[in-house]
């Protein structure tokens, strides 16, 4: 079968959504013929294992479509996959099979797609205090955008969701009639998987107490501010405890002060972004891994942002770390209460510190959990899963051409 995949997110970039790209690009290369079109290079290009990758896709969305449409003429594929909704607008100008799969904030706050008229002027204006002229324009931006992502949804062949919130959203959304498929996790089973704790902290440096750990962007969304004041209430309980919080964003210099302010300065450690090849060394150096996610809001157009998903808690059950996350968006598609972890309300910080206590204290249960985990990942997390579900998805679409 011949593959086209519209990967608007693709290394050398970095995030889960590259990550995603790749492997997933990696694994149905191995029997297929996969052409990638990517964003145009800038930095140094990544192993792709021989796939083919055509760095097309531009800052202007329909100089991408039209790029697209062109890449497609040139060698016709059976089947098209396109990783962001955005791209969805491609079944509306295109006869090939489309699938597409979403992550959420793609269709109900889109990001890849087009824009109004003379955007690049109004977003200039002032958006600050009370409704205004700039703050208007900016919300009538997103909801047109978000308008024309569900129009090309409606027209796909087959839409992967990934996670139950996320199908869930669509039909919110109020698009119906594709074919929608839940395809959870993403995880290299293979250097994500259970490694000894004591030459994981011998090789990073980390001291013997007990040791937690969140991963991400450091924005709203991933409630590090709730996690900070678990990690003051856990503090005083548990000598010695080590708090890592691995990720940059723009909300670091206000975390960082926040984490003085409670007076767990010493305790928390922000490390700034990692290789991703590092990161389960991290992990296996954890005794918990906290994912606090919240339900946050664009304080201009209003859309909610969410975790629809939860890579890094995946990685981390891979790992064999028990979580404890939020019951927040997508989270509890990937944690298992009482079997790989623990979900707690969002935003409260006293019922997450129970939780992450109950761990601390229990090694049996925290050992149980990891090895329920690392199982639990294998079996539906590893891109071997991923891999043959998405395959099965678009054979589905390529076979439904008249």
């Known amino acids: 079968m011949k593959i086209a995949i ?22 149905l290369h191995r029997v297929h013929d996969v052409k990638v079109i990517a964003p145009c290079l800038q930095g140094d290009d990544v192993a792709t294992d021989q796939i083919p990758v055509l760095h097309r896709l531009r800052r202007q969305f329909w100089l991408s479509v039209l790029t697209i449409l062109r ?61 205004s002229p700039g703050r208007w324009l900016r919300g009538a931006d997103q909801r047109f955008r978000n308008r024309m992502v569900a129009w090309g949804l409606a027209s796909s062949r087959c839409i992967l969701a990934n996670s139950n919130f996320t199908a869930q959203a669509l039909v919110r959304a109020g698009i119906h009639g594709a074919d929608v498929r839940v ?61 890592l919080v691995i990720g940059d964003g723009e909300d670091e210099a206000q975390l960082r002060a926040h984490a003085r302010s409670l007076g767990v300065g010493m305790q928390v450690h922000f490390l700034g972004r990692k290789a ?57 598609d990937v944690v298992q209460p009482e079997t790989t972890g623990l979900l707690v309300p969002e935003n409260e910080p006293e019922v997450m510190a129970r939780a992450v206590d109950r761990l601390l204290q229990d090694s049996t249960l925290r050992e149980r959990m990891g090895r329920q985990g690392a199982a639990y990942a294998q079996q539906h997390f590893s891109w071997e899963t991923v891999g043959q579900r998405t395959e099965q998805a678009l054979h589905a679409a390529a076979a439904t051409v008249a």
Request: charged letters at 15%; aromatic letters at 8%; one cysteine or more.
């Open 183 to 243: 395809i959870v996790g993403g995880v290299d089973t293979a250097l994500f998987q259970p490694r000894p704790r004591a030459a994981a902290r011998a090789r990073l440096g980390l001291p013997e107490g007990p040791i937690v750990a969140t991963f991400g962007h450091l924005k709203a969304k991933k409630g590090i501010d709730t996690a900070l004041e678990t990690v003051r209430i856990l503090a005083a309980q548990h000598r010695g405890l080590t708090y």
């Open 71 to 131: 890449t497609l003429r040139e060698d016709p594929p059976d089947v098209v996959l396109a990783l962001n909704g955005g791209y969805a607008v491609l079944g509306r100008l295109t006869s090939y099979p489309l699938a597409v799969r979403v992550v959420g904030n793609d269709f109900y706050a889109s990001w890849v797609g087009p824009h109004l008229p003379l955007r690049w002027l109004f977003w200039r204006l002032p958006v600050d205090g009370a409704p």
């Open 276 to 332: 991703h090849a590092e990161l389960p060394h991290y992990l296996a150096a954890c005794d918990v891994y906290l994912q606090s996610s919240r339900t946050a809001y664009n304080p201009v157009t209003g859309v909610p942002d969410v975790e629809t998903m939860g890579r890094a808690a995946c990685e981390a059950s891979a790992c064999g770390i028990p979580v404890v996350a939020t019951d927040s968006g997508g989270l509890p």
């Open 6 to 27: 519209v990967a608007p997110e693709f290394p050398p970039a970095t995030g889960g959504m590259e990550v995603h790209a790749l492997q997933l690009s990696r694994y």
